[in-house]
């Protein structure tokens, strides 16, 4: 079993909805990354959670450590937010090093 | 937020070549970089993680003597991929770790937009 667990691998959203994407993992972790690719393959960083909810404009982050599960929600979703979403665990201490999973890409249409 | 930039954005050479990238905090003092390598369809995979001023510290299957990593200050780390052979032809990206003001956190890791490597 993978330490993480992305859900779904492939999202397809009409402009406007609402979009959940999941993150669940098996390990303990000091935070959990969100991180967009757009086509092209440029990464932006984000979120990084190490527990509760943050919020930047449309998108929104929560974490529930006890239950070991994270969800990045984009409410009014538009084309451009089309780009694959990828949820990463950073373990404890002094190891830096992130644990990527497979990603979620989603698709927008207008 | 902060900035992280890698040169070149791609490149193109002739098997047997050696092949330098360059990765560079720009607002930010990067305690740590790392290196990744990320192949089509798939997630990225860490090759070195690297602290400046001192030697860096590969996962295991990566070649050090074939990706050799230098973090000569608190900005800038290279990658030089040695001897290249089509099977490196990868997307390479770098990200570093470091204090920034915006994050208020010394853990958040910004990653560079990537080079694109072709090994013909």
């Known amino acids: 079993k993978n ?31 969100w991180l967009q690719q757009h086509p092209g393959g440029g990464i932006v960083s984000l979120f990084m959670l190490s ?34 979403y ?25 | 937020g902060a900035v992280v930039s890698q040169h070149p954005s791609w490149v193109i050479c002739k098997s047997g070549t050696s092949v330098k990238i360059e990765c560079r905090s ?3 003092q990067a305690t740590t970089m790392f290196w990744y390598r990320q192949f089509p369809k798939q997630s990225l995979m860490l090759m070195a993680t690297s602290n400046e001023g001192s030697k860096a510290t590969y996962e295991q299957g990566v070649e050090k003597d074939k990706f050799l990593i230098n ?10 991929v040695t001897s290249a052979h089509p099977e490196d032809s990868s997307f390479y ?28």
């Open chain 2, 93 to 120: 990206i770098c990200s570093a770790r470091g204090f920034t003001w915006t994050s208020g956190d010394y853990n958040e890791q910004f990653f560079g937009p990537g080079t694109r490597l072709t090994v013909l």
């Open chain 1, 3 to 33: 330490e993480v667990e992305q859900s779904p691998q492939n999202l397809t959203a009409q402009e406007g909805e609402f979009i959940t994407i999941n993150c669940s993992y098996s390990v303990g972790i000091s935070a959990l990354h």
């Open chain 1, 86 to 110: 990828i949820c990463a665990l950073r373990s404890g201490g002094s190891n830096y090093k992130l644990t990527f999973g497979k990603g979620t890409l989603l698709t927008v249409n207008p």
């Open chain 1, 51 to 84: 527990s509760g909810k943050k919020k930047h404009g449309r998108l929104i982050a929560t974490i529930n450590i006890q239950e070991k599960h994270s969800s990045l929600h984009i409410t009014a979703s538009h084309p451009r937010d089309s780009a694959v």
């Open chain 2, 71 to 80: 973090h000569a200050s608190l900005t800038l780390s290279t990658l030089t």
């Open chain 2, 26 to 28: 720009l607002d930010f």
